[in-house]
């Protein structure tokens, strides 16, 4: 949740002059994504999000980002689709900040998805791998298997609340991963952060999906893991494998995975259950204990890496091809 | 800026059982006011504001706001209405919190109103002060005169950043206020925190006041003295009194001050700077250094205090009468 920066009335008005999109009838403030800044644009003829990219952006990405979406859009995929100005430029100056303006798209975030709703993500993702194919821009992964060592080790966790151990475990079980790691698998662009708080639906029909910031060149099915991970566990740590299988088939039948890709889901899933274990183990640590945005507890992925180790194949995952 | 609390998918649900509203399309936390969490709510008829009570909130001053927010809008005043369930009830229990659903307001709030704007404030702070006259609910301004000596004593200014000698000075300055406040003046229901992000305008028109969550009952001309402070003043401390002008003008020709209120301005004004300034110092000293909402410097009012020391009637405000 955010809204790190406001937009004076003269910035507003400089703002809109370069668009031919109406009249301003309502700006807010909305609290998705803790990385930027976005408001809900309401002019009399649309809905639109203007985001400001905030320092944690990368504005070397931003290029690689505006173009993803807007390929995803044009090849039907509901998303932010980034809106030209006059003169047929995405990215603008507001605030002092990089910014853009989006489509705006209807629906609520699921917290709790069903099964429907995890057969609906699976086809919405094959769609995503497909629509790629022919996306020319590159961008590197940088919290893929390479980062995963050096965040681990950059981690000083001599004063941490955590169970002891859990840092040498987690060096084991990486060494592990790392030389399991697949090679030779389909690679497009991924989404990387495909949590059901990127998802939006209208009661159970998926209406879009948002916050492409983590998308990259990656193994196509190592997206699919990760939303194996953060859709088909319940909040009690058990894994739903009705909803998994689900996912897989919905997935399966708009892009049919290919017999590697089935037989590393399991690896594919220890490896972005450990990335996500790793991000929230280092933020556990390196957030101030009084700051407004409180860290994910580590220990959730850390059951779920768990739960991938005891798995022997893709029947793990209710795939049974 | 806020949203405080997230309101999961069966809550949602349950909630809009309760109503005869429409079917979602979209809820978006916003970020307006640090007091409660707002969520911008659009179904397939309307929007709608849905607010949900922090505990910074009195929940037995909520049937106040919500009965005084209905009466506004009930004579005519563009303010979020509150809207009734199925069964004619206001509050709600939503996430374990008090709640309530309002109508939504178009426009966009003026970081640096204009003279146009200043004159309609005027306008409507007066309409406001006369619809309230039969609102029979009552609420005392615990930020009122009697609570000031109070929270200037509960303040430690023994390690601030602000100038040394600040806290007996303004004890000094306030015992003149106190000395000098005036008795007798007409009182009704107040705003009491109408500052240019309360007010909503599309363009130079204004289209609604919004945050009742201070109204009370107290002098009426103090919130015009509420309002001369927040509205008039320019970024580099000089006062408008353009912009003071149009606003006391705007108010005139609606609802005429009398006499004693007018001659009453400067003293209104020294205590309305006086109630900002000390809710700012104690806030200043009070908020952690790394809190996420950073607090108002109470300088700006301190500054704003020492003109109106200067202003000897109600001229300086640019009221000719």
Redesign the interface.
Known sequence: ???YT?I???E?AAFMSRYDIG??????????GVENSNF?L?TDRNNYILTLYEKRTNAADLPFFMGLMDHLSAHGIHCPAPITDKSGQILQQVAGRPGALFS?L???T???PNVVKCRQLGGILAQMHQATADFTMKRDNALGPQGWQPLLDSIDDSQTDLPAGLKSEAHAVLQDILADWPEGLPETVIHADLFPNNVMF??DKLTGVIDFYFACHDITAYDLAICLNSWCFEADGSFNVTKSAALLAGYDAVRPLQSDEIAALPILCRGAAMRFFLTRFYDWINT?K????KPHDPMEYWSKLRFHLRATSAASYGYWS
């Open positions: 949740m955010a809204v406001t004076a009335d003269d507003l009249q301003v009838i309502s700006l807010a403030g909305i609290a998705e809900l309401r705006f209807n629906g609520v699921a917290h709790q209208i009661g101030p009084d700051a407004f945005v």
